[in-house]
């Protein structure tokens, strides 16, 4: 986890103003585990303490994002967008269809896949978007018992 001095310096770093809400906001994104949903982001930080209105969140995340210091995830059947700390690692998600649990998947096996289809189309291939949807392991042992 980032020192308030270093998220301090990402902020500036990526031109924009070192604010107590934008500091938190990035804070928390820098060390979640799960992409989160503004209203979440919200949640955590008023229970840690940190006084912020849910609308600066939103536009805290959107100046995030048009840095690039956070990136939008959008997990299909969601109706919400997600938010994480952009780290510029590649990843895709396995989603709990039951208690909405997300784990990222740092590990990529279309890399192969793309060089493929790109030789068999002609296609030039710049991204590609994969979720896997199942039942966690808690959930599993619930909807069996």
């Known amino acids: 986890m980032k020192s308030r001095a270093e998220l301090a310096e990402l902020l500036r770093s990526h031109g924009l103003k070192c604010t107590r809400s934008r500091e938190a906001v990035l804070g928390y994104l820098e060390?979640?585990?799960q992409p989160a949903d503004a209203e979440r982001i919200y949640a955590e930080l008023r229970a840690m303490g940190i006084a912020v209105n849910l609308s600066t969140?939103?536009?805290?995340?959107?100046?995030?994002?048009?840095?690039?210091?956070?990136?939008?995830?959008?997990?299909?059947?969601?109706?919400?967008?997600?938010?994480?700390?952009?780290?510029?690692?590649?990843?895709?998600?396995?989603?709990?269809?039951?208690?909405?649990?997300?784990?990222?998947?740092?590990?990529?096996?279309?890399?192969?896949?793309?060089?493929?289809?790109?030789?068999?189309?002609?296609?030039e291939i710049t991204g590609h978007k994969l979720d896997v949807y199942g039942y966690c392991p808690q959930c599993k042992k619930i909807s069996r018992a």
């Open 31 to 33: 060390s979640a585990c």
């Open 57 to 123: 969140v939103y536009r805290t995340l959107e100046s995030l994002c048009g840095v690039g210091l956070a990136k939008k995830v959008v997990l299909e059947n969601e109706g919400r967008a997600l938010f994480e700390f952009c780290d510029s690692a590649h990843r895709h998600y396995l989603v709990c269809i039951c208690c909405k649990k997300i784990i990222p998947i740092t590990f990529c096996p279309l890399g192969e896949y793309e060089q493929q289809l790109e030789q068999r189309t002609g296609y």
